[in-house]
């Protein structure tokens, strides 16, 4: 298993990862760091806990969107990504969890 370090929020993660997939994965956590920034501007003082369960809901909604226009996609192929998305998200909150936030 291959290991990638990310930074959200200013703090550095190492996750594992499948070999290959380093580069996604730190583009996946710039994304996701952009918008925990994002929210702590507009919040101002609050806690880490609270970014990012306001980042994760506005992606979880964003991927609702998505779900719901599928724009003549076929919905099997739509919900394999979005399974393999979602097992992708619960592998880095696991690490995330092991990592003590």
Known sequence: MAQVS??????????????GEEARIRELARGVDSRIRKFGAQAGQTGESRLLVMTLLTMADEL??????????SP???ADGIKALAKRIETVAERLEGAKI
């Open 6 to 19: 990310i930074s959200l929020n200013g703090r550095e993660y190492s996750i594992g990862c499948g070999p």
């Open 76 to 78: 099997d192929a739509f």
């Open 64 to 73: 609702a969107e998505a779900k719901g226009g599928m724009n003549g996609h």
